[in-house]
């Protein structure tokens, strides 16, 4: 995994919680999607259709996309899903079933000083359920469109020269490709690091599976269920970040709606933040890096050798025995990984860093560890061993990825916010982490980087959520 400590970046690993503005970004594991099933001879007796999703909502005057999942248990050979508006047309712009498992019902911004009621009947062969969405009132300006771009008066236009970001093919579920990315004005540094005074429209969308590591074409809605359907847009990650004279004096605000269409060499992103309209305009290759581990890179996963056949040369510029001190300003972060190295257990990664008038300076150890649980809610405490083959209780030993990425379990030295004074990737030893049941926990590291130095720490602090 890449640190990105006192600044923003992609990491290939996860892009999740991309609040946390001093390390990385990282992607979480979602909601499955429901299989595509072949269709079989069966009678409509025996069909089994089942909305998983609720049947009332509440949606605001902007107007919003909702998911609708459903289930079928006993597929009827040439039968579909069909939709039907029994009241409050006027509410409704669009309804798609963009997947087998989805229906998209997207509703119009509501700009009458008057509450909306729409009803509409979902079925499948002799089955039936009725969706019913409450929409509030609007102010009566007509200027309630939300992010649809039917209104060329925006808050705030961008023009965004980088796309930076990566695909994920369909590690999070089946049917649908996942992509996650940056659009901005000044892109990112060859340390995958973001610059200063600047603003980053992050998007987590998917789309439908085809192994391309181009962003696929088509228009994508902005979906609050986050079911993880072709052609939408994960509300949970999505976000606007806009950093400040340095780095660290980043703001992060989630979108509360969002439709992106992408065109030939060409995303056009409406979103809304704050009750503020935002309108990004992108030109350019549509290509992203390519983290899914389908065409042969390492994409992470439960292999013996997770390098991907790499000699693991020696990183390392220790000439000596090293022992990791962490005094006045730091800070300590954990991030849960989900069962990354799909061994059935939860990878943490937890970052301990010397900070200077809030910069990252000094020592900082990256520590990524497999636990004997499958906790998302930082479970980590337990004894380590550090090993290149994952697994129950390994400290995962560090290795440079093909991105030039730092994975693994890493000591940096940094000088400033964007160079080292030194590094060493860590392949032996033990670590033991402790509940000191305060609040407080203790790391006890007895490690070895690849030129058998010995680098030692013993600390106790707060270890807070990232």
């Not at 007796?45 to 609708?68: H, M, P, Q, R, S």
């Not at 008066?153 to 023009?159: A, G, L, S, Y």
């Not at 030109?283 to 390519?290: K, N, Q, R, T, Y």
């Not at 400033?416 to 030893?429: L, P």
Request: hydrophobic share 35%.
């Amino acid at each position: 995994m890449l640190i990105f400590a006192g600044w923003i970046g992609i990491n290939h690993k996860q892009i999740n919680n991309m609040n946390r503005i001093f390390t990385i970004v990282a992607i979480a594991t979602m909601a499955l999607f429901v299989a595509c099933e072949k269709p079989i001879e069966g009678s409509e007796n025996d069909v089994n259709f089942k909305l998983t999703a609720k049947n009332t909502y509440d949606v605001g005057a902007e107007g919003e996309t909702i998911a609708v999942t459903y289930t079928i248990a006993n597929p009827v050979a040439g039968t579909d899903v069909t939709t039907t508006i029994i009241s409050g047309n006027e509410a409704i712009k669009a309804i798609t079933k963009p997947a087998v498992g989805v229906v998209l019902v997207e509703v119009k911004a509501n700009t009458t000083t008057e509450k909306r009621l729409a009803v509409i009947n979902i079925s499948y062969a002799t089955e039936a359920y009725d969706i019913v969405i409450n929409q509030a009132a609007g102010s009566g300006t007509g200027n309630n469109n939300g992010n649809n771009g039917n209104n060329d008066e925006f808050d705030v236009e961008v023009k965004a020269l980088y796309l930076n970001g990566y695909y994920y093919g369909e590690k999070y579920g089946e049917g649908a490709d996942r992509y996650a990315f940056f659009l901005s004005r000044k892109g990112l540094n060859n340390g995958g690091q973001a610059h200063p005074e600047d603003s980053y429209y992050y998007i987590d969308a998917f789309a439908p599976a085809n192994k391309s590591t181009s962003l696929p074409l088509g228009t994508y809605l902005f979906d609050k269920t986050n079911s993880g359907a072709p052609y939408t847009i994960n509300s949970q990650n999505s976000q606007l970040i806009v950093t400040g004279t340095t780095v660290e004096e980043s703001t992060t605000s989630y979108l509360t709606d969002a439709k992106m269409v992408v065109a030939a060499n060409q995303i056009t992103l409406y979103v809304t933040i704050d009750g503020k309209r935002h309108k990004v305009n992108y030109i350019g290759e549509l290509a992203v890096e390519d983290a899914s581990g389908e065409n042969g890179d390492n994409g992470g996963g439960g292999n013996d050798d997770v390098t991907g056949g790499q000699d693991k040369e020696a990183k390392t510029t220790l000439t000596g025995d090293y022992n990791v001190t962490f005094d006045g300003e730091h800070r300590a972060k954990w991030g849960y990984e989900g069962d990354y190295w799909q061994v059935g257990y939860s990878n943490y990664t937890i970052f301990i860093m010397n900070k200077s008038n809030g910069y990252v300076i000094g020592d900082t150890l990256q520590l990524d560890v497999i636990t004997d649980n499958q906790s998302k809610d930082g479970d980590f405490y337990g004894e380590y061993t550090c090993s290149y083959t994952p697994g129950k209780n390994v400290m995962m030993a560090g290795f440079t990825n093909n991105y030039a990425q730092s994975v693994g379990t890493w000591l940096f030295d940094y000088a400033s916010a964007s160079a080292y004074n030194g590094y060493a990737m860590i392949v032996d030893g033990t670590l033991k982490i402790t509940d000191n049941g305060d609040g407080t926990s203790t790391i006890v590291l007895d490690a070895y980087d690849c030129l058998n130095n010995n680098i030692t720490c013993n600390w106790t602090g707060v270890i807070e959520k990232d």
